[in-house]
């Protein structure tokens, strides 16, 4: 089980087979570095169908101010074969609201009601849908008052339905799966560009520099660990935007977790500047035989009415259009 004091262990290879040694003769085969990159990019269209992948993601519950703890999630995310995209999220607090005053500096004078509590939404459920058409986000929130002495304050109800709608294909609704991917070592080739350079390491891992992108916005280098004795996973990668002397973006992995034709870091780490950092265990694979239960059960809670005094943004246009439901 992971929890805010786990540490991830760094995998050390001791010995090279044979095999490795052959497998890597047959990629750089013609000194041909592009044959490293279809390599990821054909492991990384596991993701595309037929399974369904249970983890836990852990990180502050606010990332300006920790003292509201963390936040620990239990999330199943899942492919069906035809490329549609699912994960729900439940979200598991470490304890209760703390007030912060006002002279923290770390909340808004709106982050206050009149009588001065702090007022702090938190996420309860989350689930996303990205399909053909529609790539929607639906949020469960509650809201809670806390006044000076930490206490909290009850006005009432304090649940709220969000529903945000993307335009399809926006990365935007399923970032959180795409940081996932990047902290158990999966799911670079489509940030890689031109490989730059390849050098076996001692333990034998490989040690890659790539010119690539995170986003259509940044640019950059990354340099990345692959670990060819456990399926080419990525054990260390940054990524350094173009113009800057420090990674924006640092991650690790370590441990395996195989099961149905899938082999995936157990634990991984995705931290971005000092805005967020991140904690993931795998906790199960399973490939699906049938209906995809976890697809049609957040399929049938979009499709269901939203209550009266929900909120939706909606995203697909030029600007966001927000509305209440009457």
Known sequence: MLNAKHSFKRVV??????????????IYAGENAADLITLLSEKDKLFNGGYTIAFIMAKKANMLDPNQGMV????EATFTKDVNFAM?????????????????????????????NLIVWRRVK???LSNPDRNDTLEELEVFFVDSEVKLVDKGKNTNISLLRFPIGSPDNTY??????????????????KVVSVKTLPVGFLEVTSQ?????????????????????????ATFTMDGMDRPSIVTTSSGVVEKD?????????????????????????????????L??????????????????????????????VE
């Open 212 to 236: 690539g992108s995170h986003g259509p916005a940044l640019q950059g280098r990354w340099e990345l660990t692959l670990d060819p004795n456990s399926d080419y996973l990525v054990r260390e």
């Open 126 to 128: 989350t689930y996303v």
């Open 176 to 193: 959180l799966f795409d940081q996932f991917k990047l902290a158990i070592g999966s799911g670079f080739s489509e940030h890689l560009g």
């Open 295 to 324: 697809y049609d059960e957040v399929l049938s809670r979009l499709n269901a009415p939203l209550p009266r005094g929900s909120q939706i943004m909606d995203r697909r246009g030029d600007k966001p259009i927000i509305s209440t």
């Open 261 to 293: 034709g899938i082999k995936l870091a157990r634990y991984g780490t995705f931290k971005y500047s000092n805005l967020l950092d991140i904690s993931v265990e795998v906790t199960g694979i399973s490939k699906v035989v049938g209906p995809n239960k």
């Open 72 to 75: 620990f999630i239990d999330c």
């Open 13 to 26: 290879l001791f010995a090279m087979t044979w095999l490795v040694f052959l497998s890597l003769g047959a």
């Open 88 to 116: 729900k999220m439940d979200y598991n607090y470490q304890h209760p609201p703390i007030y912060t005053p006002p002279e923290s500096y770390v909340y808004k004078p709106f982050d206050y009601d009149e009588e001065g």
